[in-house]
């Protein structure tokens, strides 16, 4: 399996732009929630950091500033 880590695999279409948009939608099928997520490249990001979301629905990233809102 490719890794999202390489420069060489963040041209393929199997995951999206790090901190490409300030505003995400998650489901709890995403839950833990992590910025950047695992559908995102990571040779191009910041560290991974783990963000509460349970108890308000949403959440916002400290590195990046992206907004996440749970759905459901």
């Given at each position: 399996m490719p890794s999202p880590n390489?420069?060489?695999?963040?041209?393929?279409s199997k995951y999206i732009e790090a901190n490409?948009?300030?505003r995400?939608?998650?489901?709890r099928a995403d839950l833990p929630l992590h910025c950047p997520m695992d559908s995102m490249t990571l040779w191009n990001s910041h560290p991974r950091v783990y963000l509460p979301i349970?108890?308000?629905?949403?959440?916002?990233?400290?590195?990046?500033?992206?907004?996440?809102?749970?759905?459901?």
């Open positions: 390489t420069a060489a695999d963040a041209g393929g490409a948009e300030n995400y939608e998650v489901t349970e108890d308000t629905g949403r959440a916002k990233c400290p590195y990046c500033g992206a907004e996440y809102v749970l759905r459901d």
